[in-house]
């Protein structure tokens, strides 16, 4: 039985599309968790001494009873284009840097493809970032004011006036944090997926489906998913 790793052979289109797909899920569903952490963050008072919100579920209710329920997703549509402009050039980075290095000299690759992992997802995050930072800008203005005292009507309106009032350079304000933060992260994040699904899961049949008749496998979805989730982990405990 020969065992592959069947994401090596995805096309870098392939890899756009799906890091794009999963970005936009991902954004639908954990948008209201992302407003509630930016409106924890913005708020001044501390929760000992009656601040606004005193936790999560007292949030949620406080946000859908003054504001609607619908400001959950509170600039929603930038933080869509974040994230699936995000997804798209991370992926599709990432696996061009992966065909290169693999092109050039394989034993290397080989020899050295877990510093190459993390050193090829810290680029790709790293370019991912810079091109889709203004609208996490946008998205960060949007869900930080309430219904009741709105400045911006709405994606494009807020684009315009912050270029308008602050210059293009307001658009990329705490670059350079977010940069420090994310590359190392996304490195370790890529690192130890590849490392689980490559050296680890797949020595147990479990995680294995057979893709063709000439016994080739790769790994389940469950072992992908356990492998997202663990360097997920890692990345963010490390980082």
Not at 80 to 85: D, E, G, T
Request: proline letters at 3%.
């Amino acid at each position: 039985m020969h065992l592959i790793d069947n994401e090596s052979k995805l096309t870098v289109y392939q890899s756009a599309f799906a890091g794009g797909a999963a970005g936009a899920f991902t954004r639908a569903v954990g948008q209201p968790l992302d407003v509630l952490k930016i409106r924890f963050q913005l708020q001044l008072e501390p929760i000992e001494k009656g601040s606004k919100y005193s936790s999560v579920l007292q949030a949620v209710s406080a946000i859908i009873k003054e504001e609607g329920v619908t400001t959950l997703w509170s600039g929603h549509v930038p933080a869509q284009l974040l994230s699936i402009s995000y997804g798209v050039l991370q992926f599709s980075t990432f696996e061009t840097l992966t065909q290169l290095c693999e092109r050039s000299d394989p034993k290397f690759y080989l020899a050295n493809k877990h510093w190459l992992n993390f050193s090829n997802g810290a680029i790709a995050a790293a370019i991912a970032t810079i091109a889709s930072f203004p609208f996490d800008t946008v998205r960060t203005r949007l869900i930080a004011e309430q219904k009741t005292n709105k400045a911006y009507r709405g994606f494009l309106h807020a684009f315009s006036t912050i270029v308008r009032l602050e210059g293009t350079a307001a658009l990329f304000k705490g670059l350079v944090p977010t940069l420090s933060q994310i590359a190392p992260h996304a490195g370790i994040q890529f690192a130890a997926y590849k490392l689980l699904t490559q050296n680890v899961l797949n020595q147990f049949k479990y995680f294995q489906r057979k893709i063709n008749v000439s016994s080739t496998v790769e790994s389940t979805l469950l072992a992908n998913l356990i492998a997202g989730s663990t360097a997920g982990f890692v990345a963010k405990t490390v980082i």
